[in-house]
């Protein structure tokens, strides 16, 4: 039987096997992703976090519809319409930043070519998928999150989610 202590301010004395060692490999994968990320964005980590946010808003919609627009998936330049957009509200609301650097750091982005504006004042990322740079940082992410997995086996964890306390995973 397992003692579990509990300190005065009411954590546990032990942690659970796992939890350390999914720290650790959190944190290498985090560092991982933000230099790739870096390297391709070239900017501090707030506008990073923007351009990702925007990014992903962007991509949504083709990803959702892949089944009936398949050719468009292979596509390195899809139609418009099939590309998401996001308002800068959204953004500041999404990413936890403050309005008005959502503001100056979407228009730096806009004037970098990175993103660009609507006729309604949403952004959307520019197609840049079929460009090597993005596909050679596309594949170093996945090549971290393999070495993540990897990591986590070497420490003797699996990698499947963990049990969350109602016993059911996450």
């Not at 546990?12 to 944190?27: E, F, G, K, M, N």
């Not at 008005?100 to 993103?115: D, F, H, P, S, Y």
């Not at 596309?138 to 699996?158: H, I, K, M, P």
């Amino acid at each position: 039987m397992r003692v579990v202590q509990v300190s005065h301010d009411g954590m546990s004395d032990t942690l659970p096997p796992d939890v350390r060692p999914r720290a650790v490999a959190a944190v290498e994968l985090i560092l991982d992703v933000t230099y790739v990320a870096t390297s391709l964005v070239g900017s501090d980590l707030e506008t990073m976090l923007i351009y990702f946010c925007v990014a992903e808003a962007t991509m949504r919609p083709l990803m959702s519809s892949r089944e009936a627009n398949p050719e468009a998936f292979h596509m390195t330049r899809p139609p418009e319409e099939l590309r998401g957009s996001i308002s800068r509200l959204a953004i500041a609301d999404r990413t936890g930043l403050p309005r008005e650097t959502v503001r100056r750091k979407v228009n730096a982005l806009i004037k970098a070519g990175m993103l660009s504006k609507d006729e309604d004042k949403r952004v959307r990322a520019t197609p840049t998928l079929g460009e090597p740079r993005v596909q050679t940082s596309v594949n170093d992410v996945f090549q971290a999150v393999q070495r993540y997995r990897a990591r986590l086996r070497e420490l003797g964890v699996s990698d499947e989610p963990a049990p969350t306390k109602s016993g059911e995973k996450t």
